[in-house]
């Protein structure tokens, strides 16, 4: 997109990233995804053939993970319902702890992310819709506790283990502590 008012370009923008402003999560207008310009298509295009490859490797990551993790006391780990078949984009754990689990991993190295710390409804581009906290409890809770563990094709097996037993210790030492 070219333009010579600036004005509009960061309006375009804006709209192509999710409706976003100035902090990653807050959406201030309804928007969509349209960041895929043609170089990053072309080379996509190619990328494509190893897709399959590379979802297979992301499951047995997820297996190790969900192997390492079950039991753990305070952490529930996603699941693939009956009939689905995930593409594993992100392992997100939950836990009533996350701000101070995610701490921890950071202090060890370990890069998590928090993908979507506002619900929908309470999203600035929302608020015509009338949303108030207290409207969606499940949602505003998840916000809360949803952390994603380092996940990607070529994460040696070895760092899926490092970082199962960081979470599993810290989880041991909170419930140890309680």
């Known amino acids: 997109m070219t333009s010579n008012d600036a004005a509009f370009l960061a309006r375009v923008r804006q709209i192509a990233n999710h409706g976003g402003g100035a902090n990653k999560y807050d959406n201030l207008v309804v928007g969509t995804n349209s ?10 295009r190619v ?4 897709l399959d490859g590379w979802n297979a490797e992301r499951v047995q990551r997820v297996r ?4 390492a993790l079950e039991g753990v006391p305070g952490i529930v780990v996603p699941r693939e319902r009956a009939g689905a078949r995930s593409a594993w984009h992100l392992f997100t754990i939950r836990t009533k702890d996350r701000d101070a689990l995610q701490e921890r991993l950071k202090a060890e190295g370990i890069a998590t992310a928090v993908h979507y710390p506002r619900p929908l409804h309470l999203q600035p581009a929302m608020a015509s819709a009338g949303g108030r906290p207290g409207d969606l409890p499940v949602s505003e809770s998840l916000t809360r506790e949803v952390l994603c563990l380092p996940l990607y094709p070529e994460l040696p097996l070895e760092e899926v283990a490092r970082v199962a037993s ?3 210790s810290f989880c041991t030492d909170t419930v140890a502590r309680a």
């Open 166 to 168: 960081e979470v599993r």
């Open 35 to 44: 960041r895929l310009d043609t170089l990053q298509a072309a080379v996509l």
């Open 47 to 50: 990328k494509l053939r190893h």
């Open 64 to 67: 190790a993970y969900t192997e």
